[in-house]
């Protein structure tokens, strides 16, 4: 079982150097975590930005430039662009977000002709060292998609298992969460989540298993599960939070981050390569978790 992001950095070790494609690059946390995913032997970056203002922020951070490629584009929306092509045309691995709004970011991302467009939904996957469960806990989706409906989770849980997988679980457990764990007609969630459940029972979603509908006490404690007579492989194990809309895992998110200080990294997946895209909030060091989980994922492709 993968137990915290330090095992996570030695996988990434184990394997092939991988590139990243920074959009805008000329952010100075980003490139202070472009800075320790270098020393560290995790990535090699192409920058691609202004120029001046990538000099600029990397004296900042004590970032040696003559390490890295720079591509000079002062344009916001055409550095995006180019640093989307360089993925899709293989001279990257991934593509990361730095100093630009996120919207013109995705617009690259998905752009028809040079993006990473796969047909599949794009969906976030978290990723926590939590120190009260001991193991790494996934949770998605918290910041992509509003209020998916039952075909949309059915390929957000695919895109968490993927990145799951990538991590080093062989068959993660999938808890689909709501206000409760027993089925009601008036709560949607719970609907689906037991229609999820059924899916994976009948082979329409692999790899994994599947529960729910599962309260997130029952689905992270084993104790609680027992005290309310669930008998479940993932009951009190998951290694997967699928939760209902965009709100609970947001304030799933936020609160494992402020209030149980979880360490945390981050992508999009269901494009045709790992996006990174990290909150102005996020510090250097969970952009660098970032990058390595993007560095696994895009080593899976």
């Keep these: 079982?993968?137990?915290?992001?330090?095992?996570?950095?030695?996988?990434?070790?184990?394997?092939?150097?991988?590139?990243?494609?920074?959009?805008?690059?000329?952010?100075?946390?980003?490139?202070?975590?472009?800075?320790?995913?270098?020393?560290?032997?995790?990535?090699?970056?192409?920058?691609?930005?202004d120029k001046e203002k990538i000099e600029e922020a990397a004296k900042v951070v004590g970032l040696n430039l003559d390490d890295f490629e720079?591509?000079?584009?002062?344009?916001?929306?055409?550095?995006?662009?180019?640093?989307?092509?360089?993925?899709?045309t293989g001279k990257a691995?991934?593509?990361?977000?730095?100093l630009i709004d996120t919207a013109t970011f995705l617009k690259a991302v998905l752009d028809k002709e040079k993006g990473l467009r796969t047909g599949k939904v794009l969906s976030h996957v978290a990723v926590f060292e939590v120190s009260a469960l001991d193991r790494i806990l996934i949770?998605?989706?918290a910041a992509m998609n509003i209020a998916p409906d039952l075909s949309t989770k059915k390929q957000i849980l695919e895109n968490a298992v993927q990145v799951a997988k990538a991590i080093g679980f062989e068959i993660p457990k999938v808890a689909v969460v709501g206000a409760v764990e027993v089925v009601n007609p008036?709560?949607?969630?719970?609907?689906?989540?037991?229609?999820?459940?059924?899916?994976?029972?009948?082979?329409?979603?692999?790899?994994?298993?599947?529960?729910?509908?599962l309260a997130?006490?029952?689905?992270?404690?084993?104790?609680?599960?027992?005290?309310?007579?669930?008998?479940?492989?993932?009951?009190?194990?998951?290694?997967?939070?699928?939760?209902?809309?965009?709100e609970t895992g947001n304030v799933m998110y936020k609160t494992l981050t402020y209030a149980a200080n979880a360490k945390n990294g981050g992508i999009l997946a269901g494009a045709a390569a790992p996006?990174?895209?990290?909150?102005?909030?996020?510090?250097?060091?969970?952009?660098?978790?970032?990058?390595?989980?993007?560095c696994l994922v895009a080593g899976c492709k």
Excluded: W, Y
């Design 216 to 246: 997130i006490d029952n689905a992270l404690s084993e104790e609680a599960a027992h005290h309310k007579g669930i008998k479940s492989p993932v009951a009190g194990k998951a290694d997967i939070i699928l939760v209902p809309n965009i």
């Design 1 to 49: 079982m993968v137990k915290n992001f330090e095992q996570v950095l030695e996988k990434v070790k184990c394997g092939n150097i991988k590139k990243v494609a920074v959009a805008v690059a000329q952010d100075e946390p980003v490139l202070e975590a472009i800075k320790d995913a270098k020393e560290k032997g995790l990535a090699d970056a192409v920058l691609v930005g």
């Design 70 to 88: 720079i591509i000079h584009e002062p344009n916001n929306a055409l550095a995006a662009k180019k640093a989307v092509e360089l993925v899709s």
């Design 139 to 141: 949770v998605t989706d």
């Design 186 to 213: 008036d709560m949607q969630p719970t609907l689906d989540a037991a229609a999820l459940s059924k899916m994976n029972d009948r082979g329409q979603i692999k790899g994994c298993i599947v529960d729910g509908p």
């Design 93 to 98: 691995d991934m593509v990361m977000k730095g």
């Design 275 to 294: 996006v990174i895209l990290t909150s102005r909030a996020d510090s250097p060091e969970s952009k660098l978790f970032s990058i390595a989980l993007a």
